[in-house]
């Protein structure tokens, strides 16, 4: 299982690092995947699919009956909200209605990172130009803080490499939001 590590910046500067999720994740190698194919089809389909995943594995996978995803799945221009009980996950939000934050950018890591400390390092490095610049071309008072999603070392380990650099509109209460797209 892998979770997610988040950087939230205000307007001032000053960073609050948000903790990844805990996972219940067993200890031990990940299983291989198998590389044969099989000669022939079954002949009859199984009687009943599994109606559940196993536990945890929800926070990887997007939710079809919602909005919610994890945010290494969100795009540039993608407009979000975020719960801070559930990091890692972005509920998308139409740009043109109240939202939390807008991607400016989303790269992919390079390299190895074995802690949370070089990843958010290399995450905030790759985040600064592209959101300082789309930052400056806002209107005043518009965005207060920046958030950049970055995977933690065991997500990383596994591949996920995506990082999501956005600009949010209050990264303290949460009670400003923005209201449409970006310039």
Request: hydrophobic letters at 30%; aromatic letters at 4%; one cysteine or more.
């Given at each position: 299982m ?6 939230v910046t ?174």
């Open positions: 892998s979770a997610v590590a988040l950087v205000s307007g001032d500067g000053s960073s609050d690092k948000k903790s990844p999720t805990e996972s219940s994740s067993t200890k031990g190698r990940l299983p291989s995947p198998s590389l044969s194919i099989p000669s022939q089809l079954p002949s009859e389909l199984p009687s009943s699919l599994p109606s559940e995943l196993p536990s945890g594995v929800e926070s990887l996978l997007p939710s079809l009956a919602s909005d919610e995803v994890p945010y290494y799945m969100l795009r540039t221009g993608d407009c979000f909200d975020i719960d801070g009980s559930r990091p890692g996950q972005a509920v998308k939000r139409r740009c043109d209605r109240r939202h939390d934050a807008e991607v400016v950018t989303v790269t992919e890591l390079e390299g190895a990172y074995t802690t949370d400390a070089a990843l958010k390092k290399a995450a905030a490095g790759l985040c600064r130009d592209p959101l300082d610049s789309k930052a400056a071309k806002q209107p005043a008072g518009t965005v207060r803080g920046t958030l950049v999603q970055y995977p933690d070392p065991a997500g990383f380990k596994i591949g996920i490499d995506n990082i999501a650099c956005s600009l949010a509109a209050d990264t303290t209460d949460g009670k400003r939001k923005l209201t449409k797209p970006l310039r």
